[in-house]
Structures are given as C-alpha cells and as structure tokens.
C-alpha cells in the first residue's frame, strides 16, 4: 500500500514549480525596450537647408522632377536609400537642379502603413524627408522588428524643430 504524503508532496512540488515559472515570466526582461536612434546628424547635414514643402524636396523651380516611390517598411529599401537616394540628394536637391517628391508605396498586403501614416505628418511640418532617412537609418532598432508608436515617436523626437503632437 502507498504512503498518503507521496501525492501531497507530490502535489506541492508541482505547485512551487508552477508559482516559481509564474515568478520568472513576470521578472523576465519584460518592460519598455530601449530603443537607440542614429544617424540624426546625418540626416540634418544632408537635409538641413533645403527647402521642403509637405513631401517635396529642394527648389519649386528646378527644371527637372523626380518621384521616390518607397515603402518605408521595406526591409531592403533601407540599403537603396541610403546608398542610392541620399548621394542624389546632396549632389541635385541641394544644387536647386532637381526636385525630389517622396510618395508612400506599400509593396506589403496593406495598402498604407503605420510609418507611412507618420512620415505623411511630419510632412505637414515639412519634416517628411528627414523622418523618412532616420527612419531607414533605424530600421532594424524597431523592437522585435515590428514598427510601434514608440519607435515611430523616438524617430519623431530626433528630428530638430519637430512636434510629434502637432
């Protein structure tokens, strides 16, 4: 015949095991991620002092007009602005020889995106393009690769003379 303390200690192992998980999930590394944006000083050596105006970039009176077509949510668009658009960018926009107009093209299932929805806005500040360079620049800092309302608003404050609750 068994002993009746085998199933109560038994029992009460399984408890202590299921109390010490429940305690270890809540510490974990639970909490708000830290998210560090860089590149702010780039942005603004490339942008500063060209004139924007809602999604435009450089002068209304350059002869010649050239449309960016980006999902900012592109995990490769990050390498083709950086390396591509940004040279351009120096060399024409800041040479009032080109006029550059950046359009949100979502190459994902939904037609617009989060980000897109915030580089639209900083638009009204004439902001678009400096948000939308940091936000390449900080692509991957997103947390767990997914792009929250605090990292679109840690991108917002980077951006010099910008106000994320306008």
């Known amino acids: 015949m068994s002993s009746p303390w085998v199933p109560r200690v038994l029992l009460g192992a399984g408890v202590a095991g299921l109390i010490a998980a429940i305690i270890s999930l809540s510490i974990g590394t639970g909490g708000p991620q830290v998210i560090k944006i860089s590149g702010g000083d780039d942005v603004q050596e490339l942008l500063g002092g060209v004139q924007q105006d809602g999604s435009s970039l450089g002068s209304p009176d350059a ?4 449309g960016l077509f980006t999902d900012l949510q592109c995990s490769t668009c ?16 800041r040479g009032d020889q080109v006029r550059f107009e950046f359009h949100n093209y979502s190459l994902g ?3 617009v995106t989060q980000s897109a929805y ?18 390449f620049r900080n692509q991957g800092e997103a947390p767990g690769g997914n792009v929250t ?3 679109l608003d840690d991108i917002g404050n980077s951006i010099p003379d910008f106000d994320i609750d306008a």
């Open 109 to 111: 299932q939904a037609d």
């Open 149 to 151: 309302d605090e990292f």
């Open 63 to 66: 002869p010649v007009t050239l």
């Open 78 to 93: 990050d390498t083709y602005e950086i390396d591509t658009v940004d040279p351009l960018i120096s060399k024409y926009a």
């Open 118 to 135: 915030a580089a639209a806005a900083a638009g009204q500040q004439d902001r678009e393009w400096q948000f939308a360079d940091l936000f």
